[in-house]
């Protein structure tokens, strides 16, 4: 079950999250408003203490504007935090699983470990209450991301550096669950070094099975 919807998601064109097709709005607005919500919910700190009205006024538009575009705040913020890390966080195609891998979470430790990491933390300690929050980070962050590495898993199976039938979830959980462990829990430094590590570990045992 959980193979075939790895399998499905590496032909899956839906938006990701994105706004839908419709009337065109200002591109200058929306963005505006991205920024706005990544430098105050920097400042204060915590996704609870983040209001609509004091990102539509940093950013100069109308709540009625904010809302045409995310239907909640948690949308909003998932959406902002995707959006700076975007090109950052793109799968790279180095020739093997492993360099492809190891790159990608290299550079998703180096935003961890950034002012954005502080984001990610709120968000998902937020979230812990908050289904909402959690869902839209999942939706609009997480799985955007997770359909890129099953390409990029794929890939590997194609040139036969992993074998035919590899679980792409396990995969992908054994590789990025320990970063967001020593993210959250700080048990342990978070280095760049990790993620080669981790790839070591995990892709390579994979290669033997």
């Known amino acids: 079950m959980r193979q075939n919807r790895a399998l499905q998601a590496i032909s899956y064109n839906g938006n990701n999250g994105k706004r839908p097709p419709g009337r065109p709005r200002s591109e200058q607005s929306r963005r505006a ?3 706005s919500t990544l430098k105050l919910l920097q400042k204060k700190g ?3 203490d983040l209001g609509i009205e004091a990102i539509a006024a940093d950013a100069n538009v109308s709540k009625a504007t ?6 909640s705040k948690a949308a909003l913020v998932a959406d902002a935090f995707a959006e700076s890390s975007e090109q950052e966080l793109q ?3 180095t020739g093997t699983v492993i360099g492809d891998m190891s790159l990608q979470m290299r550079r998703l430790i180096r935003i961890f470990r950034s002012d954005r990491g502080k ?5 998902l300690a937020a979230g812990q209450s908050d289904p909402e929050l959690l869902e839209a980070f999942r939706e609009r962050f997480l ?3 997770r359909l890129q590495a099953y390409k990029t898993l794929q890939r590997g199976i194609d040139r036969r550096e992993l074998p035919r039938g590899s679980d792409m979830d396990l995969i992908l959980d054994s590789l990025y669950g320990p970063i967001y462990m020593r993210f959250l829990i700080r048990h342990d430094e978070l ?3 990790f993620a080669d590590q ?3 570990l995990v892709l390579s045992g994979s290669q033997r099975q």
């Open 46 to 48: 915590g996704f609870s």
């Open 198 to 200: 981790l790839c070591a």
């Open 91 to 93: 799968f790279p195609d």
């Open 119 to 123: 984001i990610v933390a709120a968000l």
């Open 33 to 35: 408003i991205l920024r």
């Open 143 to 145: 799985w955007p991301r």
């Open 191 to 193: 280095t760049e070094n």
């Open 66 to 71: 904010v809302y045409r575009w995310w239907p």
